[in-house]
T-cell receptor, first 109, second 116 residues
Framework: KQEVTQIPAALSVPEGENLVLNCSFT??????LQWFRQDPGKGLTSLLL?????REQTSGRLNASLDKSSGRSTLYIAASQPGDSATYLC????????FGGGTRLMVKP | KAGVTQTPRYLIKTRGQQVTLSCSPI?????VSWYQQTPGQGLQFLFE???????NKGNFPGRFSGRQFSNSRSEMNVSTLELGDSALYLC???????????????FGEGSRLTVL
């Protein structure tokens, strides 16, 4: 059974910092890994999708990497802004879609 | 292009009642999947429908059911509601081509169910 862990569970940083969110998974037989952001009480917004054959994807200030062999993905956020404050979730797509518990990010002005 | 639409956004039910939630996927998407989100359990997969057929199912009791119509719209039903069914129910769509779980997921805003 796939298990997905996100560390840290919560993170508070001052505006402008670069930061890394981590996602680890136990079964490397995956189709893809997707990063989402969720604002309180809202649905999930897709940030980046990395196919199993890819190593990384970039969108604006966001960069996500995938290392299937070690069961790890990282989401790098450059020059963080208060508007980046949200919960970030990774979802690993194998036979089932399995979500991590999320990292709650607060960026202080 | 319209996103994923879920209705109703909020609802309150009492124990023992049943509830039906609706999801309209992005135009052209044939796969709809449903998730339950609670503070204690996080996001958990309920089931996925593709071209009116259930293609995958999570580990939930038979009180949770769903269906998909020919226009790809989907409904999920929860019968005999329990207090523990209080949650945010999220629906996601993707093109569904190439097999399950292979495409990018797009989520709706969710239906928040409170069971009293």
């Amino acid at each position: 059974k796939q298990e997905v862990t996100q560390i840290p569970a919560a993170l508070s940083v001052p505006e402008g910092e670069n930061l890394v969110l981590n996602c680890s998974f136990t079964d490397s037989a995956i189709y893809n890994l997707q990063w989402f952001r969720q604002d309180p009480g809202k649905g999930l917004t897709s940030l980046l999708l990395i196919q199993s054959s890819q190593r990384e994807q970039t969108s604006g200030r966001l960069n996500a990497s995938l290392d299937k062999s070690s069961g790890r993905s990282t989401l790098y956020i450059a020059a963080s802004q208060p508007g980046d404050s949200a919960t970030y979730l990774c979802a690993v797509a194998g036979n089932m879609l399995t979500f991590g518990g999320g990292t709650r990010l607060m960026v202080k002005p | 292009k319209a996103g994923v639409t879920q209705t109703p956004r909020y609802l309150i039910k009492t124990r023992g009642q049943q509830v039906t939630l609706s999801c309209s996927p992005i135009s052209g998407h044939r796969s709809v999947s449903w998730y339950q989100q609670t503070p204690g359990q996080g996001l958990q997969f309920l089931f996925e429908y593709f071209s009116e057929t259930q293609r995958n199912k999570g580990n939930f009791p038979g009180r949770f059911s769903g269906r998909q119509f020919s226009n790809s719209r989907s409904e999920m039903n929860v019968s005999t509601l329990e207090l523990g069914d209080s949650a945010l129910y999220l629906c996601a769509s993707n093109h569904g081509i190439g097999g399950r779980n292979t495409g990018e997921l797009f989520f709706g805003e969710g239906s928040r169910l409170t069971v009293l």
